[in-house]
C-alpha cells in the first residue's frame, strides 16, 4: 500500500516537472501563428469556465459539509428530494454552459477548416517512418523539412502511403490524420521565420516515435532563393577522383537508386520509396528528422539503418568504411 502511494506522487512529480519545462518544441500552449492561436483562444476559454464551475461547485460543497455539519442539538434537515424547481435549474445551467462554449467551438472548427485564399499548395505523404513534401506549383520534392513562407498561408494536401499517420505541429496548427487513399487538409501559418518541430500523432509501427519533422518557415526572398535553388540539380562538376565522385559511383552501383531519387543523376525524376536526396546536405535532419544531419550520424545510418529505426526499409547494404566516407562525401555536395 505504502509502496502504491509512492508511486502516485511520484507519477503526479513527473507530471508537475514536465509541465515546466520552457521553451518545449512540441509545446501546444505556445502558438506561433493564427490556426494555433485560435485553437488557444479556444482552450483558454473554456478553461476558465470550468475553473469557474470547479470554485462555485466545490465551494457550495464545502461550505456545506462545515455550515451543515450535524451537531448534538441540530434537527433533521429539510428533505429536498422531489424539488422540481431545483432540479430543472441544475439541468439547465450546465446546458446553457455547454451552449455557451458550444458557439466559439463551432466557429473555430469551421475557421479552421476552410480553404484560405491564395495559399500555398503543399503535398504531404506519410510513409513509415518519414514525412515527404511536394510543392507542386514549383516541381519540388522534399523530405523531412518542409519549408515555407513566413506569414502566408500554407495548405496542406496529405494522405498516406501505408498505415494511418498523423501530422502535427503543436505550434502552428492541431492534428491532422493521414489516411491511405484518402485526401485530408491541414492550414499552417507562422507569424516569423523560426524552426518548429512536427511529430507523427499516431501510432504507426515499429519506429513511430521516431517518425518527426521539421518546418522552417522563411521570410519571402529567403523562401523564393529555397524555391529556386530547389529547382536547380544539386549535381555540380564533381572533381575527377576526389573523395565525392567515388561516392557518386558508390551511390550508383550500391543499390542506392532502387529506392532513391538524386534529380538529375543516372535516372530522371520519379518517384520512389525512399526520401528524394536531391538536396540533401540542405536538410538539418533526416531519418524522420531522428537524427540531425551531420557525418557521425550518417556514419550510423548507412553502416545499419535499422540500429536506429527498427523496422526501416532501407537495408543494411553491407557497405565497407571506405565507401561509406566517399557517400557522406558525396552526399555533403548535394546543397
Ligand atoms: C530498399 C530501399 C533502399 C535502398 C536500397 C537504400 N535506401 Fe536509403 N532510405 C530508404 C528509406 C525507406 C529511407 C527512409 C527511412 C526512414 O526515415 O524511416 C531511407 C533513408 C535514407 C537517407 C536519409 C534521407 C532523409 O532525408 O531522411 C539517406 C541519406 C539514405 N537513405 C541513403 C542511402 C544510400 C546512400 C543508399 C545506397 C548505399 C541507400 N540509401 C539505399 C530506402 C532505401
Ligand atoms: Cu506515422
Redesign the pocket.
Known sequence: MKLFKSKKIFLLGFIFIASCIEDAPLDSLSPAGPYARSIDELFWLTFWIAVGVFVIVQGALLFSVFYFKERESSPDPKQIHGNNFLEILWTIIPVLILAAIAVPTVKTIFDLAREPEDALKIEVIG????FEYKYPDFGITT??VLVIPEDQPVRLEMWSNDVLHNYWVPKLNGKRYLVPGQTTYLNLQADSPEEFWAQCGEYCGL?HSKMRGRVISMTESDFAAWVANEQSYAEKELPESSLAAEGQL??LN???T???VIDGVWDVQGDR???N?TH?AN?SV???A?LKNNPEN?TK??AN?AEI?PG????N?E?TEKEINA?IAY?GTLK
Open positions: 510513409h513509415q517512418w518519414w523530405a523531412n519506429s558508390v551511390y550500391a543499390g542506392c532502387q529506392c532513391h520509396i525512399a526520401p536526396l540533401f536538410r533526416f531519418a524522420g531522428a550518417l545510418w548507412l539503418p529505426k526501416t526499409f532501407m537495408p547494404l557497405l557517400l552526399l
